[in-house]
């Protein structure tokens, strides 16, 4: 695991990226010695959000199997309810 501070980031940015982002390891920045953000490379950005996205196609498909699934009308009434209009 790799942990800097933001400010090592800002000041030696090029460096840190080039040195960590290509093996595919996070760098978990710290702001006042706690942890603060994790930064990670575009193609560790896209597997997560692909694999984030599968899951929840898959939790869709259980859903619908067990009958747990409303209509678009339904669905509609509930994000209107949801965001007050």
Do not use: F, W
């Not at 959000?49 to 498909?61: A, Q, S, V, Y």
């Amino acid at each position: 695991m790799i942990v800097v501070p933001s400010s090592e980031l800002r000041n030696s940015y090029t460096e840190l990226t080039d040195k960590y982002l290509s093996t595919n390891q996070p760098i978990y920045l710290t702001k006042n010695g706690h942890g603060h953000a994790v930064l990670i490379s575009i193609e560790e950005y896209e597997r997560l959000t692909r694999e984030d996205m599968i899951r929840k196609i898959r939790d869709g498909i259980e859903a619908a199997r067990n009958g747990d699934v409303m209509s678009p009308d339904e669905a509609e009434a509930q994000i209107r309810k949801e965001l007050g209009l």
